[in-house]
Nanobody, 126 residues
Framework: QVQLVESGGGLVQAGGSLRLSCAAS????????MGWFRQAPGKEREFVAA????????YYADSVKGRFTISRDNAKNTVYLQMNSLKPEDTAVYYC???????????????????WGQGTQVTVSS
């Protein structure tokens, strides 16, 4: 069992930055991959970024590549999403998720993730 709690969302102007955090508890944090997804009103949940168990491998959606950075601190049981150069189209509820299956590849489909946080709202004004 894994519990995930996101924080750090808010309202920011276009071009600004936010850092999301996701604190995990339960099963050993350093044993599983983590991902960030987002869902805008009227749209499906989409992949944003993911990181493997050690932090040595990351993967990003094309829409955020070069602007967002995912990282993790296994000593603090926390994964982060640094979001820079934010755009109005980044507005969404952001969710962190845990992928407990040991895979050599980072997975990007939301159905592959086993546990989810409650989400945190990010709103980017133009």
């Amino acid at each position: 069992q894994v519990q995930l709690v996101e924080s750090g969302g808010g309202l920011v102007q276009a071009g600004g930055s936010l850092r999301l955090s996701c604190a995990a508890s339960g099963r050993s944090f350093s044993s599983y991959a983590m991902g960030w997804f987002r869902q805008a009103p009227g749209k499906e949940r989409e992949f944003v970024a993911a990181i493997n168990w050690s932090g040595g491998s990351t993967y990003y959606a094309d829409s955020v590549k070069g602007r967002f950075t995912i990282s993790r601190d296994n000593a603090k049981n926390t994964v982060y999403l640094q979001m820079n150069s934010l755009k109005p189209e980044d507005t969404a509820v952001y969710y962190c998720a845990a992928d407990l299956v040991k895979s050599p590849f980072i997975r990007v489909t939301h159905g592959d993730y086993d546990y989810w946080g409650q989400g945190t709202q990010v709103t980017v004004s133009s």
